[in-house]
């Protein structure tokens, strides 16, 4: 059962910081682990979904269950509608007061080279990889004196390998996003971002998809959880961190070993 692994826990605490979190992208995958890993440090959590209804509902449930002091809500929106996004903070605020922590985990990633990929291809990946957390982003800095704010990239930034060409430009932005923010918005905001690797399977692919990628990458062998969990810890506790990169990749960002 799930619910009973208790990671490390954060020390995370600012009185004046609302211990409420939004995570994108959180029925499922690694929004889901970072939305449990969380709550088992106290944390309210507001559950974005999109198509995932049944998974986040089952979710929210099994969380109130085990958690039963905390509050957890569900938000449905399609980061692919400008409206949507642009409405998602202020339904979460009215719903369950201010929020302190932002994570812009959901993402599209689809694969395609640039000279594969159509303008409508290239705008859905844009507008739920990169518009959303801009508009997100813009939209709590604006809203709260005080927050951070967790981007999820991707080791893939790094190169200018293009089978994902309109994903891996997605993220490239959003960590340019990251950084520029973390200067306008400090000091009241920080703002952070972790680049997973190998971490988990497309949904359609299994465990060993990821360990023969791991042969050519330093630490030959795929990370798991673990490390991005750790990873949002560090950014949490330290409150001199803004507009830094952890990579969760085992090396991967370093190139290939052969
Ligand atoms: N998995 C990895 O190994 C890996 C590696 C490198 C980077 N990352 C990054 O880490 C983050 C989490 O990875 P993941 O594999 O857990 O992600 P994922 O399963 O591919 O996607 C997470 C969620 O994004 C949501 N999403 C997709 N399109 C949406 C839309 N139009 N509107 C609203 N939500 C939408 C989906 O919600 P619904 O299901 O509710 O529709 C989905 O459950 C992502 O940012 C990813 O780029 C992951």
Redesign the pocket.
């Known amino acids: 059962m799930i619910f009973l692994k208790i990671w490390p826990s954060g020390l995370f605490e600012k009185n004046n910081m609302a211990k409420t979190v939004l995570i994108?992208?959180a029925?499922?995958?690694?929004?889901k682990v970072i939305a449990i890993h969380l709550a088992n440090q106290g944390w309210n959590i507001a559950i974005?979904?999109?198509?995932?209804a049944e998974?986040?509902s089952l979710f929210r449930d099994e969380l109130i269950q085990t958690f039963p002091d905390q509050q957890f809500e569900l938000f449905r929106?399609?980061?692919?509608r400008t409206e949507e996004v642009e409405e998602l903070l202020s339904r979460v605020i009215q719903s369950m007061g201010n929020i302190g922590l932002l994570i812009n985990?959901?993402?599209?990633?689809e694969p395609g080279s640039l000279g594969k990929s159509s303008t409508d291809f290239f705008d859905?990946q844009m507008?739920?990889?990169f518009r959303?957390p801009f508009i997100l982003t813009r939209n709590f800095a604006q809203t709260f004196k005080s927050g951070v704010i967790v981007n999820?990239?991707?080791?893939?930034i790094v190169t200018n390998q293009s089978s994902f060409a309109a994903?891996s430009l997605t993220?490239k932005a959003l960590w340019e996003l990251t950084k520029m923010a973390a200067l306008e918005f400090g000091p009241e905001i920080r703002i952070n971002a972790i680049?997973?690797?190998?971490?988990?399977?497309p949904?359609e692919k299994g465990k060993e998809y990821l360990w023969e990628l791991a042969a050519n990458i330093a630490m030959k062998r795929p990370g798991g959880l673990e490390p991005i969990l750790k990873s949002l810890d560090f950014i949490l506790n330290n409150d001199y961190l803004t507009g830094q990169l952890l990579f969760c990749d085992g090396g991967e960002n370093l190139g290939s070993t052969n």
């Open positions: 994108t992208g029925a499922k995958r690694i929004g974005h979904f999109n198509t995932s998974e986040a929106a399609d980061l692919n985990n959901a993402s599209v990633f859905r507008n739920v990889n959303a999820f990239v991707d080791t893939r994903y993220k680049a997973p690797g190998l971490t988990l399977p949904e």
